[in-house]
T-cell receptor, first 113, second 112 residues
Framework: GDSVIQMQGQVTLSENDFLFINCTYS??????LFWYVQYSGEGPQLLLQ?????NKGSSRGFEATYDKGTTSFHLQKTSVQEIDSAVYYC????????????FGKGTSLTVIP | GGIITQTPKFLIGQEGQKLTLKCQQN?????MYWYRQDSGKGLRLIYY???????QKGDLSEGYDASREKKSSFSLTVTSAQKNEMAVFLC???????????FGSGTRLLVI
């Protein structure tokens, strides 16, 4: 069935550390993939999305590559800052007919100054 | 630019009480959603609506009702609040197709 898996529930880094959040998905065909970010007290907001397999999306220093071969869409940032502290959700929209999103369980990132 | 407004921001209810959460959007989006957010469980879909007067159940619809009387508004009712329940309810909207979601800032529910 369709699903999104984020194994890391919490990540704690120091400023300027490298960030890597794992995301894998399961579906048939070619879904659209998303990363959402949720700051404290707010709703999730779109960070980046990629529609085409093997393409890379980027925003605010974050990057994610749609890897059809490994069914992954890992989120990376070279040098995190304290303001990046938030919850990050990987999401997928299957491309078969009308489909809603499937969200991962979220990864809470804390960046220590 | 548009906005999604959820009311109230905080809701304290009593066990067994019927509670209604409201959501309004001015994007003119066709599709609206209600999600429940619990720590460690991510976002779970309760109800969604493709257009005015349409209702579709999500994975977590038991214990909830929804209403979409206008294109711009989508309300959610907790039919009987459970004691010690604590969660955030998020409303979202989208144009449809492969477009992304726009979320409201949430209603935080506490049942005592």
């Amino acid at each position: 069935g369709d699903s999104v898996i984020q194994m890391q529930g919490q990540v704690t880094l120091s400023e300027n550390d490298f960030l890597f959040i794992n995301c894998t998905y399961s579906t048939t065909g070619y879904p659209t993939l998303f990363w959402y970010v949720q700051y404290s007290g707010e709703g999730p907001q779109l960070l980046l999305q990629v529609t085409t397999a093997n393409n890379k999306g980027s925003s605010r220093g974050f990057e994610a590559t749609y890897d059809k071969g490994t069914t992954s869409f890992h989120l990376q940032k070279t040098s995190v800052q304290e303001i990046d502290s938030a919850v990050y959700y990987c999401a997928m929209r299957p491309n078969t007919g009308y489909q809603n999103f499937y969200f991962g369980k979220g990864t809470s990132l804390t960046v220590i100054p | 630019g548009g906005i999604i407004t959820q009311t109230p921001k905080f809701l304290i209810g009593q066990e067994g009480q019927k509670l209604t959460l409201k959501c309004q959007q001015n994007f003119n989006h066709d599709t609206m959603y209600w999600y429940r957010q619990d720590s460690g469980k991510g976002l779970r879909l309760i109800y969604y609506s493709i257009t005015e007067n349409d209702l579709q159940k999500g994975d977590l619809s038991e214990g909830y009702d929804a209403s979409r009387e206008k294109k711009s508004s989508f309300s959610l009712t907790v039919t009987s609040a459970q004691k010690n329940e604590m969660a955030v309810f998020l409303c979202a909207s989208s144009i449809g197709g492969n477009s992304d979601y726009t979320f409201g800032s949430g209603t935080r529910l506490l049942v005592i």
